[in-house]
């Protein structure tokens, strides 16, 4: 989730538009398709593929960084998948992406007294051999001085009381994306980044950082809540504290990789595209369930109940993209290759395989007014501002950009840990997504006029 937090910023900032109407109340939609919506709708609640698929998935190709074998298979798989299902149109275009592995971490405290500490390299950090320093505790990057040269910076925000899940999440991933190098610049030797999710169980939450063009490049990691609050009490009672940091992590050059699309041909002169998407890489820790394992069912099995219907005007094409994680390169790619195309609308599933709670809409006004309406039997209400980070690309053409937001709450305890794995997902909650993806896409590739511009 490389853009995710900018993501999240947008959804915070946003306000609740509510669906009004019941299907039935909508001009211009006629009763055969509120039918063949409650026709998917039946059929995804009794879909007896979307959890051996996701099981599949998650317990025999497991954690998937793009690049890596593991991804590999998951295209393999996906493209096989995906012809199973007897789509007419099942391929896959060329993604170029950044090898990085993590190896195995390790950090003690050697001051006050040695203690095993819970890290997790951030993705794109450049390895540690023993570094050692004392600790100094910072709220954020904006306080950041002299005082941390020579030093090993812990990032531990004050959370306000109340925050909501993707408020904490804001905190962290600012200090993540953006702490290490700014830590670097002022002659910090490491930084530790605490995580902040509202229920932990000494699981540090990884995720991508970047250097900046100045300055040294320096180690950095997650760290557990719990080991970050029990530094940060250590630290404001006075008492040193020193760390010992070893990080095993490499880089591996770029590696040539792909994203998997299928489509269903619409019937229409139009060629316009409805988009459902989700990523198809994952972090290597835990086995990618909820990021994006989830997702990548709710497309896969959306697409395969939508073949059932008679084919809509419009083409649906699916989109499983290539390094969500670490680069986005799958959706600049697509943006790359297919942006000049008519696509009406972009909707990805990237918040997990949670209970639907809304569609968070990156669009303009006019496109959000459009929308409201045809999400309504989807069952799951309309909010301003998020979008999907593959998508977000999009952009500049002016696509209007649709998130499927599950239980944001739930969501942040096993982001990017070892415990996003399968046994946090709901079978049920996991059809409900494919009903209200499914539901959605057949809408837009039926509706009767196209967005405002
Ligand atoms: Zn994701």
Known sequence: ???????????LSGSVVMGQAAPGDRPGVDAAAGAAVTRLQQAASQ????????????????????????????????????????????????VTVRRWERGTGRAVTTVPYERELSVLALGGSVPAAGVEGLVVVKAGVADLGPDVQGKIVLFAPEIPAGATAGERYGFFGRARSEGV????????????????????????????????????????????AEDASWMARLAASGVEVRVRLDLQSRELGTVETSNVLAEIPGTGNAGEIVVVGAHLDSWDVGQGAHDDGAGVIHVIEALRLLRGLPAPPRTIRAVLFANEEFGLDGGKAYAAAHGSEPHLAAVESDMGGFRPHHWGVAATEAQIAWLRPLAVSSGVPVQVGGGG?????????????????????????????????????????????????????????????????
């Open 181 to 224: 190098s700014a830590a670097g610049r002022h002659g910090a030797i490491a930084v530790l980044v605490a995580s902040t999710p509202e229920r932990s169980l000494s699981t540090p939450h990884t995720g991508s950082m970047r250097y900046g063009a100045e300055g040294p490049e320096i180690p950095g990691a997650a760290l557990a």
């Open 1 to 11: 989730m490389l853009v995710r937090s900018l993501v999240l910023c947008g959804w």
């Open 389 to 453: 980070a593959d998508i977000s690309p999009l952009e500049p053409h002016g696509v209007p950009r649709i998130g499927l937001v599950g239980d944001v709450d739930r969501y942040f305890d096993v982001h990017h840990t070892r415990a996003d794995t399968l046994d946090k997902v709901d079978p049920d909650e996991l059809r409900q997504g494919i009903a209200a993806l499914a539901s959605l896409a057949w809408e837009l590739a039926n509706a009767p006029a196209p967005p405002p511009s």
């Open 47 to 94: 879909d007896e593929l979307a959890w051996p698929r996701l099981a599949y998935l998650c317990d025999r190709i497991g954690g998937r960084p793009a690049g890596s074998p593991a991804f590999a298979e998951a295209v393999r798989w996906a493209v096989e998948t995906l012809r199973a299902d007897g789509h007419a149109r099942v391929w896959r275009e060329p």
